[in-house]
């Protein structure tokens, strides 16, 4: 029998499993002893996706524990390693997704200057600047770190490039000719297939203004020139991480939702979930607009994963607000306190990161309801039409004046299995709903 490596490389990730040490960039990274436990658990079976009860039953063996210590966990390596690092199965399970390179070699690099790397992120990346010295140097480099990567003169040129092939990240130079760097950002905002692609800013203009313009005109990160190597290989990785997070959204969306436009069908008795990230407002007011879509990105992840694990059926998404059938109340209240399992450790890092906890509302009505999907204008529309949709809208809204999570109608509370039991709530319209507690 082989002996297992004491050192693992994955990028610009390390993992010494003698030492129970973590190495992210070469800094040392402080895990809990059960994330360190799932990371070495993920990363020995990396060549297929790990069931959930597996990983309860390695990391927190002989112990009872719910399914939300989980997902906070992986939440927490996620942050460290990049949000793309482990990947969610729906309704499966998780994966460790980071390609691997070489061990770590005895002798350090020397100071200061970049070493090749296998890239973590292995990414197509265009570079536009019409200074050759500058292009060919970020070219030099990207491609050290793994990547693919092209190059444009002009803004016209680069602009062609994009809408011709497919792109992960843009490196932008703002002063070029024929189209500068501004008007490439006007025109990327109007076009959804290229607001796909993340945007780099590179220039030698000083001053916040010019900052400040690119940011609102979608660009993700900007970099002064001459351009630091470590700083530039830190905001690529970064950008890349988002953006790969972005796509495993996309893809369990995509696996969650119908493809193609599906006959209409009554069902005559169907649980209804609706769950809303209350009071949005208040949270724009007090962060970045990127701060926000962030935000949002995580909340969903976690909602779409509760709503998975349950075995429900995604049926609308807009961002901060979700909907969602289950065939039994007991399954959508579990989906539900999952979602309220893992807002709690959610919020406790977010607290301790000195960031505006978020309010969860959770809604689900039982009754006959009407779904389909539709082609309005060549785009998917899914539908899910009657009274329960309307009612658990309400109550999922109706969550925060009462300072809840969770409110059901009577027909679902009627439902819920042993282990549940319900309370009585009135609402402040009118009417009477139930919250549920466990024995």
Known sequence: MG???????????????????????????????????LLKALVNKRDRVVGKNELLDEVWPGLVVEENNLQVQISGLRRVLGAGAIATVAGLGYQFTLAPGTHAQADAPAPGVPQPVAAALPARVLVADDNKVNRLLLCRSLELMGHRVSSAENGREALDLLRQHRFDLLLLDLAMPELDGFGLLKLRAEDAALRAVSVIVTSSLGGVAPVARCIELGADDFLHKPVDPWLLKARVESSLARKQFADLQADMLRRLLPLAPAQARRLPQAVVLVACLN??????????PQETMELLSNWGTLMLDAVASSKGELVQYCGDCLMALFAESSAAAKAAQDMAGVMAGFNAERLDAGQAEIRLGVGIASGAVLLGTALPSGRVAHACIGAPALLAQRLAQACAPLHLQLLMDLPTQAGLIEHLHSVPVQLPGGGEAYTTRSR
């Open 279 to 288: 009071e949005l407002e208040r949270l724009c007011a007090l962060q970045t």
């Open 3 to 37: 002996t297992q490596a004491s050192s693992l490389v994955f990028g610009h990730v390390e993992l010494r499993l003698a030492e129970r040490l973590l190495l992210v960039d070469g800094k040392p990274i402080a895990l809990g002893s059960r994330g360190f436990d």
